[in-house]
Structure formats: structure tokens, C-alpha cells
């Protein structure tokens, strides 16, 4: 499990609530003014996990105001910009004379260095959503172009947007899969995709160095292969031809990571058939069309690359597993 800060107003006595949770909000992204007319019981938990530079936030909470003044941001500027990703509830910035509401569909971005205020929630309905804290530093494009990305409305229905989404909403759902040490990595994989999103965005792709460009494009492309581990024609060629680059390109984007892409799909197909193979609902499911669901059209193919990874054979893993005779 990543390492997390966990806060729950339930934890705390109602008067205490409201204060504490804007001290917790304040240190992870800048100093604020909250508003809300639920302050007197206040309701919110939160979720902080360190990925290194880099934050995420899971939070609910009651319908408040935020506001990022001039004279906070004279008194401390972090130079971080928040990303928000809202899940239920709505979510509106002001900016001067703009506003503009949020939904699912699309990321909120705010600028320590800017004023802004940010309704979140609506009425008596709470607000869920998660937030991704980068420092601005880490981001490699232009400062003069950064400045324009808190004025665009970002889709996570594609492309990059849709893969940081799916990112965010995984560690939202928990981190067990992962250790402490892993969440530097995380980071650099949130600031590849949001770098990428925002270059996209901002028609700035050729600002990226390369290094961004390259690990943004492994995301995508270890997306694409999740998509479709169930085709049996899923190879480096077809994988390289989706993404417009050559084989030979694709295998050097691969070098400086743990496996080749063909090992990486390999082992994917025979993790995702392991977990179905112990799952008592698909316990009537004969091993080889688990198999051929993940790839595997040969059964004899399976069992041996099955017992290979796992050191025993797949009817007897699912013997164990399920506690029943296939």
C-alpha cells in the first residue's frame, strides 16, 4: 500500500471539523479561505497519497467555497497547480468574470498563482471528486504557456485525458497492489500524461522533451494492450501499426523498462486468466475458455506457459483457489 494521510470529520467532535479539514486542505495544496453553510457539522473525508513530488487526493465533502485571494497568494505561493477530477457533485470556478462548471466528463485546473474561487458541491448534495497536486516545476513546458491551461475545459473521454482518469480513479478505489516504494513512479507516470494532456491541449507537443513524449506513449500503448488482451492477434506488429510507429520504434520504447512488450503481454494475459481461475463465479467455466479469453486460443499453450509463471499447472491452481475438484 502506497503511503497515505487519512482524515474523517466523523473522527473528530462537530466543532472541530470544519478547521481542521481547511488546515489539511491548506497544507496539501496553498493557504484558502473556506466557506460553507454547513460549517457548524461539518462532513468530509480525504485521502492524501505521497507520490513523491506529487499528491492525489480522494476527497467528499459538504457543499463550500474555496478562495485563493491576492493576499494569499502574496503571503505564499507553493507554485502547484491542482488538477481536479470530479466523481459526483458539481464543481464551478470563478475567475473574474468567467465561470465555468465541471462535471465527470472533464478536469478542473487550478494555479496557486491565481485567484480563483471553487464551488464545490451543490446545495445540500456533497461533492466527491479526486485531486492530483503537481509543482509547476516538474511540468516540462514553457511557464508562458502553463499560463493558459487554467482557462481550458479538459476532456477525459480520450486520449491522454481518459488515461490520467483512469490513473486517478484507480488509486482513488485503493492502492493495495502497490507498495510505498512504487509511488514516486506514479508520480512521473501522473506528470508524463498530464504534461502530454496539457501539450495536446495547448498545441504544444513539440515543447515536450522527448523522454515526456516516449513515456506518455507507453501509458497509451499498455492501455491499449489491457484493451485487448482477448484478441489472440494482439502482437508487437498490431500494436505498433494502432499507434503509428514502426516495430523496431516500439521495441526501443521498451528497453528501459522491466520487460519487452511481448513478456509484458504475456504475463498480463496469465495474471488476468490466474484471477479468473480462482474466482467461485466462473468456477463452471472450463480452464480453456478462461484461456482463450485471454489470448491463449491453444490450451496446451496455456498450461505450459501457466505452469512456468506459476509453478503449477492451471487445474490445479484452481483446485486450490476454489476448494473444489475441476
Avoid at 481547511?22 to 460549517?39: G, K
Avoid at 498545441?203 to 515526456?212: D, F, H, I, S, V
Avoid at 514502426?246 to 495474471?271: C, D, P, T
Amino acid at each position: 500500500m502506497l503511503s497515505e494521510t487519512v482524515f474523517r470529520s466523523d473522527d473528530l467532535p462537530a466543532a472541530d471539523r470544519f478547521d481542521c479539514w481547511r488546515e489539511l486542505v491548506s497544507r496539501t495544496h496553498a493557504p484558502l479561505e473556506l466557506r460553507s453553510d454547513h460549517r457548524a457539522d461539518f462532513r468530509a473525508s480525504q485521502r492524501v497519497l505521497d507520490l513523491g513530488a506529487v499528491s492525489v487526493w480522494p476527497t467528499t465533502f459538504q457543499p463550500v467555497c474555496f478562495r485563493r485571494s491576492p493576499k494569499l497568494i502574496r503571503q505564499s505561493d507553493p507554485e502547484g497547480l491542482h488538477v481536479s477530477l470530479p466523481l459526483s457533485g458539481a464543481l464551478r470556478t470563478v475567475r473574474g468574470e468567467e465561470e465555468t462548471e465541471y462535471g465527470p466528463d472533464s478536469l478542473c485546473v487550478v494555479d496557486t498563482s491565481r485567484t480563483v474561487d471553487v464551488h464545490g458541491g451543490d446545495g445540500s448534495l456533497p461533492h466527491s471528486g479526486v485531486g492530483l497536486e503537481v509543482p509547476k516545476a516538474l511540468l516540462p513546458l514553457p511557464r508562458n504557456r502553463l499560463d493558459h491551461v487554467t482557462g481550458l475545459r479538459l476532456s477525459v473521454r480520450e486520449g491522454f485525458g481518459a488515461l490520467l482518469r483512469q490513473l486517478l480513479t484507480q488509486l482513488a478505489r485503493g492502492t493495495d497492489a502497490y507498495k510505498p516504494a512504487d509511488g514516486p513512479r506514479l508520480g512521473s507516470v501522473a506528470v508524463d500524461l498530464l504534461s502530454a494532456l496539457f501539450a495536446q491541449a495547448l498545441e504544444a507537443e513539440n515543447a515536450l522533451p522527448p523522454e515526456t513524449r516516449q513515456q506518455a506513449l507507453v501509458v497509451r500503448i499498455r492501455a491499449f494492450v489491457r484493451d485487448h488482451l482477448h484478441d489472440p492477434n494482439l502482437n508487437p506488429g498490431a500494436i505498433a501499426a494502432a499507434h503509428h510507429i514502426s516495430r523496431s520504434y516500439l521495441y526501443r520504447l521498451f528497453e528501459h523498462e522491466e520487460q519487452s512488450i511481448s513478456a509484458w503481454i504475456r504475463g498480463q494475459r496469465l495474471e488476468y486468466a490466474r484471477r479468473d481461475l480462482a474466482e467461485p463465479a466462473l468456477g463452471a467455466t472450463p480452464i480453456h475458455a478462461i484461456a482463450a479469453r485471454w489470448g491463449f486460443p491453444r490450451a496446451a499453450d496455456f498450461t505450459r506457459a501457466f505452469r512456468s509463471a506459476y509453478g503449477i499447472p492451471p487445474r490445479d491452481y484452481r483446485q486450490g483457489a476454489q476448494g473444489f475438484p475441476e
